[in-house]
């Protein structure tokens, strides 16, 4: 009998390759060839994984210096990783960083880019807790409510709106719904002061969430591909 020899070949595919092969009685290489057909959902799927992927390095201290902790999704509570975080460098993707745990408190919205120093992003104590913000093609779509638990005069948004007031004449803004794509929300109008930031879902109250003495003003889309 003949004893099969091995051979490594290389991998020139991964929809249409080559695995080990064998010599057979005739001593002629006999690759053992197959195909792994992935089907578009998968192939989809595994593109959008890649795309959302982004990558934010946080430090102990101002000017990245002391202990680091490399973060690629949210995190609730940074204390579980660095006993403080005082400056961090953006390297791919986009995030909104948090003052206190568990998303909430005041909030910094950050593309790519280094942050040296916690007080300039308006921190009151260190970032805390950070959400990575998903890379988003599709429509807009959200619902503003002048009162809570969607009370109130009720406008639906597909672009930005830089004034509440001026756009609608409504001074106020306590809840929403968001049904498409990702946003941020700012005290005054023209995009400034502080945010929040929302992704798809219903947000009846901003009280419950930390802001009972906040005024909504203004909402922009998060269309940044960074």
């Known amino acids: 009998a003949v004893i099969a020899q091995f051979k490594l070949t290389e991998i020139t595919d991964l929809l ?3 695995v080990p092969g064998y010599l057979n009685d005739k001593n002629h290489y006999q690759p053992i060839k197959y195909k792994r057909q992935l089907d ?3 192939l989809d799927r595994i593109t959008q994984r890649i795309a959302n992927m982004g990558k934010i390095i946080f430090y102990e201290d101002r000017n990245f210096q002391g202990r680091s902790y490399e973060c690629s999704s949210d995190c609730a509570d940074m204390s579980t990783y660095l006993s403080r975080c005082n400056s961090c460098r953006v ?3 986009c995030f909104v960083v948090f003052d206190r745990p568990n998303f909430m408190g005041n909030q910094f919205f950050m593309r790519r880019g280094e942050y040296a120093d916690y007080m300039r ?3 009151s104590d260190g970032i805390r807790s950070c959400r990575m ?3 988003y093609r599709g429509s807009y779509r959200m619902k503003v409510y002048e009162r809570e638990n969607f009370g109130g005069q009720m406008y639906e948004l597909t672009d930005d709106c830089d004034s509440f007031l001026d756009r609608f004449r409504m001074s106020d803004c306590q809840s929403c ?3 498409d794509g990702h946003w941020l929300m700012y005290e005054q109008p023209h995009y400034r002061g502080r945010m929040i930031y929302f992704r798809p879902g219903e947000y009846r109250s901003f009280r419950d969430m930390g802001y009972s003495n906040v005024r909504f003003s203004s909402v922009r889309r998060i269309m940044d591909l960074c």
């Open 16 to 18: 249409d390759h080559q």
């Open 40 to 42: 578009r959902q998968q």
């Open 121 to 123: 992003m308006g921190m």
């Open 177 to 179: 719904h968001v049904m």
């Open 91 to 93: 390297e791919s993707g």
């Open 133 to 135: 913000v998903p890379q």
